[in-house]
């Protein structure tokens, strides 16, 4: 079971989002992508849990948070959390903060788009690639 | 290496058998009546003959301390009971004891890591000291040559005040946590160490040369100032599994890398499976200077423990390798924290913990960017490794970013020793227990690698025998 | 001297994998082994070096006359048995020398046999040192299964698909170094190159869990030409 979050955090205020990934049972595979973008003064504060009981054998599951920040004023708290209760488990995250990469900027910018332009083209492509 | 089970007399007149000889050091035997009281804190201050303004700084900590409330995150505190702790222990001068009472697994250890017969009585507390002053005063000449300082806390604030005063308690205030506060008002022994500027110290500085405080440490408290250019690596603990009398340890370590500054810190810790050792580790890290914690938990109860550092100044590192290992009835609840202050400084955080036997390890991190802190760059990674069904193991990770430029990356990964890898050792001849411990061990290894060379081997060894036991 | 399986039945689960295979293993001779995909090479190979998953119902594997059929892997490997894993596993933080040195004395001359055999196998220096099979290629992992044989110096070898990823050059010099060996030895593959490097002194075929055809070289040609389907 996979899913797909998209979070546009584009306001000036405080953004609390929660998730978990609880296994009760045995055997079950779990997939969380969350892609977040932050602007405009925005605050955004993540908890992701992979929470997986004593019971739930041979569990599989991955969380991944990916958040672009992308003005001066915005910022973000992520909060990935692990709480394995057994150990016939694979259970990892991965959790990623950071700008838009200048390099791709430039390279957009050298195929004729302004800043704005080049921005807009990488943050679609970041929300939908999972 | 000194810490044993600190048992003295209840007299209150000085040894004669005192082998130290440092004319100007009056020392008593003595032993605080059990419960924090300012009775207590300054009958402490008063055996050391300590300066008023600490005395003060004692005191003001004992207000912190019994203003706030124990804290409910992290491990379970709710069975210490600060009123049956004695605060003020010295040790005696003479055997105390009777090495055929000294647990086997004691002495079976020991055994297998290789620590020789008279190491071995000092360490389960059968005799009080052992004989390094051959050692120690080489150690001393070499290192005077250069300037620098190492001795112990108590010394250090008797012949240093001024260079003290300067530097205690600014990294962690009494005020910090209820524990920092406690250490505070009660600490004892650790080490002080001061390098002047441009001086590199190729040896590790070791706990275990501080002859003049060989007491063991409960409330250590240690302080190290490294000048600008500077270079030490101090190393602490022992791998030897360390009974303590003392059940409760708080420790405050701080730390001060000035510009283009190098310290590594490595502690190995070992402590009996009664001790809760809880200690609040924190270096400030000025421009372009270096810190590096390695810390090694393998014992304890109770450890929480997360080295930090605040990067003050542009291009400053700091890096954080943790191993922890838990067995029956273990919690080690370890990480750490990196904040980053000023512009295009750097943190690595690598944790690694094992949980076998019923015990947990949890990690627990923080890295905060901070708005004026741009172009800066994090990276965490924390695997665990859960090698049966009753164990345990958790990440809590915070990673708050305050601005657009910089990045912070964060992986974990929980897995177990997998069958398959199982078997190809097995079929090269290893039994399951060789075959696991070698995969431990291999997990392990990027941050054994960080530790001094003895301690290595001791460490691989030593996690060989934890697993082996399985019991709590 | 010699490993014999005898009327083996193995399965996993419910389902049956191998049915009443029966063969000898000579010490100093080479046997092929080939079959479709799914024939159960693999699984055979497994359930000789004593893999959990597979579970013998009936008959036995006697190694020297000593019946190793109950016996835990390690205690198979100590006897002389070596198994060259068709994807070896990765170990982080754990090299070759380590591995050997966990159930060898001296160290020391490990290290310089190592690094000889590493020379002659033409793998990096450094290999003997990195963490075994992990960000390894495919090519490098069968050489690093040889180099083990040759540390261990094994009674009897099975080869698992040890030419799979393999360049000319490289099979070479792996059909040297199992031609040199004085094991007994079981090559196991579907291509027939390694086979006519080594002129094997008899070839089995495996379909569907049971053997077919016991036959002499003669057939690598054969089945170059037509495939299993005529078998």
Partial sequence: MTSTKIIRADRPKIYYKDFTLLHSIPGATKRLNIRAIVQNGADLHITGSIHILPQARNSDSFLDIRVLILDEKSRADIRPQLEIQTSDVKASHAATISPVDPEQIFYLQARGLNYAQAQKLIVAGFLSHA | MSRFAPISSSTLTPSPDYPLGHSDQVDYEFRSTAGLTEHTVRQISTFKNEPPW??????????????????????????????????????????????????????????????????????????????????????????????????????GLRQYPDLVRQYFGKLVPSADNKLAALNTAVWSGGSFVYIPPNTQVDLPLQAYFRINSPAAGQFERTLIIAEEGSRVHYVEGCSAPAYSDGSLHAAVVEIFVKKGATVQYTTVQNWYKNVYNLVTKRARVEEEGHMRWVDGNLGSRLTMKYPSCFLTGRKATGETLSLALAGSHQHQDTGAKMYHLAPETSSQ??????????????????????????????????????????????????????????????????SRVGEDQLFYLMSRGLTEHQSETLIVNGFLSPIIKQIPLEYAVEMNRLVDLEMEGSVG | MSLIISHLTVQVESKILLSNISFELKKGETVGLMGPNGSGKSSLALTLMGHPRYQITSGGIYLDRKDISKLPPDQRAKLGLFLGFQNPSALPGVNVRQLITSTHKSALSIKRQAQKLAKNLFLEQESTNRSLNLDFSGGEKKKMEVLQMDLLNPRYAILDEIDSGLDLDALRLISSSIKKSSAGILVITHYPRLLKLLSPNRILILKSGTIVKFASSDIISQLEKSGYSHI
């Fill in chain 2, 349 to 414: 955080i690598l944790a690694k913990s094992v949980s076998f036997a019923g015990g947990r390890t949890s990690y627990r991190g923080m890295v905060q960017i901070n708005p004026a802190a741009a172009g800066c760059r994090s990276k965490v990674v924390c695997d665990a490794l859960i090698l049966d069904p009753r164990s345990r193991s958790d990440t809590y990770p915070t990673n708050k970013v305050l601005n657009s430029t910089s990045t912070v990356e964060h992986e974990a990964i929980v």
């Fill in chain 2, 54 to 155: 600490m005395l003060n700084i004692r005191l003001s900590a004992l207000a912190e301390f019994n203003h706030m409330p124990t804290p409910k995150w992290g491990g379970d505190l709710s069975r210490i009971d600060f009123a049956k702790i004695h605060y003020y222990l010295k040790p005696s001068q003479q055997s105390v004891g009777d090495w055929d009472k000294v647990d086997s697994r004691i002495k079976k250890t020991f055994d297998k890591i290789g620590v020789p017969q008279a190491e071995r009585e000092m360490l389960a507390g059968v005799k009080a000291q052992f004989d390094s002053e051959v050692i120690y005063s080489s150690l001393k000449s070499f290192l005077a040559k250069k300037g620098v300082i190492f001795l112990g806390m108590d010394e």
